[in-house]
Structure formats: C-alpha cells, structure tokens
C-alpha cells in the first residue's frame, strides 16, 4: 500500500455496528468491565482509547514503523521518550532545537539529574566523540527551527547504534510524506501532530513512532504513569487531517520553493534558508534523505528591528502567529517572537537577527502569497 492510501485506509475502519463509514469519537474515561480485570482491551483512557489505536495504526504505517505511541502535545511525546531516561544520563543535541524542546529537557529534566551536551552535528568526528561517552540519547531534529538545518541521520543513527546509543529524530517539519528516519536508522520518531500531520490549525498533539516492542512498551508505560494522554477528540480530528497529508504537503512544499525562488532574487532580502535551494548549506544531504523539502522557509530582510516588525504587520494572509503547519499561511518573527528569550549577542551568533521572518507557507493560491508579501514590502517605502 502506498502513502496516501495508507493515510486513508489504515486504522480508519468503517465502524461494524452502524456501518459509519468514519469511526465514531470514544469520548469515554472508562470502560464496562465483564468481570474483573476481564474486559475488551481498555480500561481507562488514559492508559488507551478506541480512537488512540486508530491514530496509532495510521501514522505507524506513513513512517513504515511497526509501533506508535499519541501523546498530549509534541512536548508530551518527548516527556515520555524523556521518562525512560535515568538520573546521569545525558542528552546530546544540536543547541538550535525547537526552544520548547530545549525548554523541557534544560529547565524541567535537568532538575531530575538528566543532563544536557550540545553538538554540531555537522562535524561527524565531534558527534562520534560524544557518542563514545555512552549518552543516554541522541536528539537530532532535522530541519531545524528556524534555520533549517541538516543533519545527516544515516551517518548519525549508524554512530549511535555502533555505541549503543538511542536515537530520536523530530521529524515535524519534513513530515512522513518527506522523510522517514526510521528506515534511515533511528530508533524513534516524535511528531508534533500540531504542525503538519493535524494541519488545521485546530489540535494540539503528538506521536512517537518506534520498531522497537520494548520501547513501545515504555512509551505506553510513560503515557498512563505520567497522564500525557491526549483527548479522544483531539486524536478523532487528526484523523480526519491525516487523509489530506499527502495533497496538502505536495502544496505546500510547492508554494515554499515557489517563494523561496522569488524571494532569493528580492533586492530587499539579504538571505533565504529553505533546504530545497541548490544554495542551502545541507542541500546535498537533504535531497539524500528527503523526498520534498516541506512548507517553511526562513528570510532574513535587509531591515532594522523597526521595519521587520512593521513589515510582518503589513500581511493580508500571513498571519502574524507562532505555531506552523497549518493549510493558512503564518509568519513569525523569532528575534522578538519564539526566540525573545535569547539574549541578541548570541541570537546573532546563531543567525537569528532582527531581520530574521520565519514564514510558514500555506496551501492559498501561490500568486495571491507571492502579491501579498510584495505589496508589504511596498508600504515600507
Ligand atoms: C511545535 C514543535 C514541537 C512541540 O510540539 P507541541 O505540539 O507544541 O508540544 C516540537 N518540535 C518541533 C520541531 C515543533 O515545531
């Protein structure tokens, strides 16, 4: 069975009592048990929902892994991959991580005795270095946000299996349409459901994604220890947005090469990150282990502080929002933004300037986007 297909058909069973051809929302926390501890599978929906397996089998089979896992958020599936860790145990990650992420393992794991190591994971011999110390696990998310880096997850996983390492790869900006770490050789895949796989705009949620029984083992374990259950509604209305992913990332990816290619040429841009240019540092690797290059491209405008936030405001369709995924197109503007806690000397080291938009391009009519952002640098004159 092929993606789109897969997205349609798999865990989406017509329901056998009624014959809805949708299966029906469990909005239920428990469950009618014929004798005790004798019962269909579930018992309460913390630990599993009719609606979690579902979701489970669906997005199981887009990343050609055998075991998923739903969780609360993208933040709640990292909790729990977090949750099999042991105080003294390190993370290893690339610094320029989703900041919620980053957020999570420095302010609240950290405080558990789990501890955190930055790498460049450009440089294999540093990553191979660090992995020879026994880490607990390595992070990688590629693309990154907001500068969509690269990294290698062939070359990584293989260095990691090689030391015993576990490996996680965030795959929410390329998604299971573009990408699909697990046949690369990591151990784990996390999705926030939020971004694309939802793609409404309208849930939070997220997923890990394993071939690894003893791991999935875990992640349920984590999930109904810790309570990062997702609601049955949100998990029913990801479901509903999965049967489009196929459709909706061929559009986006389009439309963010489109602009991209436009935006290159801007006299009024200094710089454009988006992995699908032949310009892209990690252009290469991308096309190595990537089918597409996704949604979102990162600009920097040759503007002061000032202006950038003027021009962000000038929008008609790109709404000035953080978040990213959705079928609408956003902008967000890191330095003040997503990345406001980043004192500006280091934010600039990084590469996040104060002319620095992340746009988040959506599936409208590309020239009305194309216009849009013309027609906002126009206002500035
Ligand atoms: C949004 C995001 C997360 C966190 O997901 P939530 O659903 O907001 O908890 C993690 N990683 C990446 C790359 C994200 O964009």
Do not use: C
């Not at 390329?174 to 151990?187: E, I, M, V």
């Not at 979102?296 to 002061?304: A, K, R």
């Amino acid at each position: 069975m092929k993606f789109s297909t897969k997205a349609i058909h798999t865990g989406q069973k017509p329901d056998k009592e009624t014959g809805a051809i949708i299966p029906p929302i469990y909005m239920t926390s428990t469950y009618v048990q014929e004798a005790p501890a004798q019962h269909k599978g579930y018992d309460y929906t913390r630990a599993g929902n009719p609606n979690f397996t579902n979701i489970e089998a669906t997005l199981a089979a887009l990343e050609d892994g055998k075991f998923a896992t739903v969780f609360s958020s993208g933040l709640g599936g990292l909790s729990g991959i977090l949750s099999m860790l042991k105080a003294g145990d390190t993370i290893v990650g690339t610094a320029d991580m989703y900041g919620g992420s980053y957020r999570l393992i420095n302010r609240i794991f950290i405080n558990y005795g789990i501890l955190f190591k930055s790498i460049n994971t450009q440089n294999l011999q540093e990553v191979e270095a660090v992995l020879k110390e026994k880490p607990g696990l390595i992070f990688l998310e590629t693309p990154t946000n907001p500068l969509l880096k690269i990294s290698d997850i062939k070359a990584i996983t293989a260095l990691a299996g090689k030391y015993g390492v576990l490996s996680v790869v965030d795959n929410t900006f390329a998604t299971p349409y573009f990408q699909n770490p697990l046949n690369l050789g990591a151990d784990m895949v996390l999705h926030s459901t939020t971004k694309f796989i939802g793609g409404h705009s309208d849930v939070i949620g997220g997923v890990v994604i394993t071939n690894n029984a003893d791991i999935k083992e875990k992640l349920d374990f984590g999930r109904m220890a810790i309570g990062l259950n997702p609601s049955p509604f949100d998990v029913w209305l990801g479901s509903r947005g999965i049967k489009t992913l196929a459709v909706r990332m061929e559009r986006h990816g389009e439309n963010a090469l489109a602009l991209a290619r436009f935006l290159v040429k801007h006299p009024k841009v200094k710089k454009v990150y988006y992995p699908g240019l032949e310009s892209h540092p990690h252009h290469d690797i991308a096309r190595q282990q990537m089918r597409g290059f996704s949604g979102i491209v990162s600009v920097e405008f040759d503007f002061n502080l000032e202006d950038t936030k003027k021009l962000i405001s000038n929008f008609k369709y790109f709404s000035l929002a953080e978040s990213l995924g959705g079928v609408e197109s956003l902008v967000d503007h890191p330095a003040s933004m997503t990345h406001a806690s980043i004192p500006k000397a280091e934010r600039e080291e990084i590469g996040l300037t104060d002319g620095l938009v992340r746009f988040s391009v959506g599936i409208e009519d590309y020239e009305d986007l194309q216009n849009d952002i013309e027609q906002a640098i126009a206002l500035l004159k």
